[in-house]
């Protein structure tokens, strides 16, 4: 079955800690995304990625770092940086990037709560 | 700039009821891209429809339809005769350079 698998589905934070999120595709999908979704509101793009060690800011960058060392992953470290990481974090990927065609598919989510 | 605008937060209807859910967008590129995704309770995205912006052509598929305007930047989405599997959270995406969601609308329908 091809799809987008995110682990844990459940992640708690102690305050000063790092903590990285995994996403993990096998669509063969070239394009990677993360964004963060708080009550209410839609989502927010993190970073993305269009290749393989190459990836660019989103509009809420700051605290978060990524990497692209396969093509079938794109984890996520939430750093010590990111005062308000308490949200539901989403990653997608698409075949091509966002501002074509392409349509972005959505993994289930990891919920990152501080403790 | 690219804006996105879904107006209703939450539509309440008893089951059968039909729901529209609106979508106002903004950008100044001449091609673009629209979306619907639903969010149902267990939190994953799940992609429902894509149109062009040289695609005016209005959809139905089973009981959703889409009717895209151009000259009113609008994008609506109705779902017929609505079942309690209905309900989820509603997001209106606009992708031109970059994809950007609209705040969402959350509907909930009663048995």
């Known amino acids: 079955d091809g799809g987008i698998t995110q682990s844990p589905k459940y992640l708690f934070r102690k305050e000063g800690q790092n903590v990285t999120l995994s996403c993990e595709q096998n669509l063969n999908h070239d394009a990677m995304y993360w964004y963060r979704q708080d009550p209410g509101q839609g989502l927010r793009l993190i970073y993305y990625s269009q290749i393989v060690n190459d990836f660019q800011k989103g509009d809420i960058a700051e605290g978060y770092s990524v990497s692209r060392e396969k093509k079938e992953s794109f984890p996520l470290t939430v750093t010590s940086a990111q005062k308000n990481p308490t949200a539901f974090y989403l990653c997608?990927?698409?075949?091509?990037?966002?501002?074509?065609?392409?349509?972005?598919?959505f993994g289930p989510g990891t919920r990152l709560l501080v403790l | 700039a690219q804006k996105v605008t879904q107006a209703q937060t939450e539509i309440s209807v008893v089951e059968k009821e039909d729901v529209t859910l609106d979508c106002v967008y903004e950008t100044r590129d001449t091609t673009y891209y629209l979306f619907w995704y639903k969010q149902p309770p267990s939190g994953e995205l799940v992609f429902l429809i894509r149109?062009?912006?040289?695609?005016?052509q209005n959809e139905i598929s089973g009981r959703y339809s889409w009717n895209f305007q151009k000259s009113t930047s609008s994008f609506n989405f109705t779902i017929t005769a609505s079942q309690v599997v209905d309900s989820a959270v509603y997001f209106c995406a606009l992708s031109d350079y970059k994809l950007s969601f609209g705040a969402g609308t959350t509907v909930t329908v009663r048995a």
């Open positions: 149109r062009n912006s040289f695609d005016e």
């Open positions: 997608a990927s698409s075949k091509g990037l966002a501002g074509t065609e392409e349509t972005q598919y």
